[in-house]
């Protein structure tokens, strides 16, 4: 049993959002019933799925990914407007179905990512995956070593304080810097308001990097498709990429008689720490040792 999301993601039809989305508008029918719960599960090899009319047949397909230079001051979107170029007018017709991986801003130019794999496309913009993006970018006035330190450490938006990140100074002039960023949020025009914070406004932006992928020479307005052995790096990379648990924190004695003493516990990870906490503190109370348990309870939260 699968979720019915991740299979249409899988083939193509949506991302994964909005296979969700498809499910919750009644779109989506399971052996003849009509679902509308995003977390709902079916067995491809024995139900049958009907996505918009029409069934959902799963094969063994090859993933392709598109690597776009994007030029500065084309959209990013498959919305044709008259007045704007979109990325898709750089492709040929065939690729009109990929999905861009994350976006580049209007006036922001770089590496853009397309596929026609969904669950590819989720995994490599979902926040918990981490994926490091890359920029180059070029600010107004001179800039201090202690303002690199506030990119750092994380700035101050409207929508937060940012995840602490990589910053360098490439090189600057008396009226110009050029600073490289290495971020693994993903919000809208981050890296201009992260640089507007410390008060050097960007003029130009690149994206030169994304999760591992870099232009390496392509021109402006080319692209290419990556060979088998990268897409399956480039997967890799995001799937191995989990969340680092919360250290289990040693116990200091406490100043109380020996037998009230709790032994420094060992560096535990996962579910082996959550273990270790649960035997500890049901060993205290079972010794009758109330305030025992209760900072054991304290110190591994």
């Given at each position: 049993m699968e979720r019915v999301s991740k299979l249409i993601a899988r083939i193509g039809i949506a991302s994964r959002r909005g296979a969700e989305d498809l499910i919750?508008?009644?779109e989506v029918s399971i052996n003849g019933h009509y679902v509308r719960e995003p977390g709902v599960k079916a067995d491809p090899r024995r139900d049958k799925i009907v996505v918009s009319g029409r069934p959902l047949i799963i094969t063994e397909k090859t993933t392709t990914v598109i690597l776009l230079h994007k030029p500065k001051s084309v959209m990013t979107t498959r919305d044709k407007r008259e007045d704007r170029?979109?990325?898709?007018?750089?492709?040929?017709h065939k690729f009109r179905t990929f999905h861009p991986i994350g976006r580049l801003d209007f006036d922001t130019s770089g590496v853009l990512l397309l596929t026609d794999d969904g669950e590819l496309t989720h995994l490599l913009t979902h926040p918990s995956h981490g994926a490091e993006k890359e920029y180059e970018a070029r600010v107004r006035g001179e800039v201090l070593p202690g303002e690199l330190d506030r990119l750092r450490k994380g700035v101050r938006l409207e929508d937060g304080v940012t995840a602490p990140c990589y910053a360098r100074l490439v090189g600057q002039s008396e009226k110009n810097a050029l600073v490289q960023l290495r971020i693994r949020e993903g919000r809208n025009r981050q890296v201009r308001r992260m640089l507007d914070s410390i008060g050097h406004p960007v003029s130009?932006?690149?994206?030169t990097k994304f999760a591992g992928v870099e232009l390496e020479g392509l021109q402006?307005?080319?692209f290419r498709i990556l060979l088998p052995g990268e897409v399956k790096v480039l997967r890799k990379r995001v799937e191995t990429k989990v969340k680092a648990p919360r250290r289990a924190?040693?116990?200091p004695p406490l100043k109380a008689a020996p037998q009230s003493k709790v032994a420094p516990q060992p560096e535990l990870k996962g579910k082996e720490a959550q273990r270790a906490r649960d035997k500890a503190r049901h060993?205290?109370?079972k010794r009758g040792q109330s305030e025992?348990?209760?900072r054991i309870e304290k110190e591994w939260q």
């Open positions: 919750t508008t009644g170029q979109t990325v898709f007018d750089l492709l040929p130009s932006l690149r994206r402006s307005g080319s924190r040693s116990t060993a205290a109370w025992v348990a209760r």
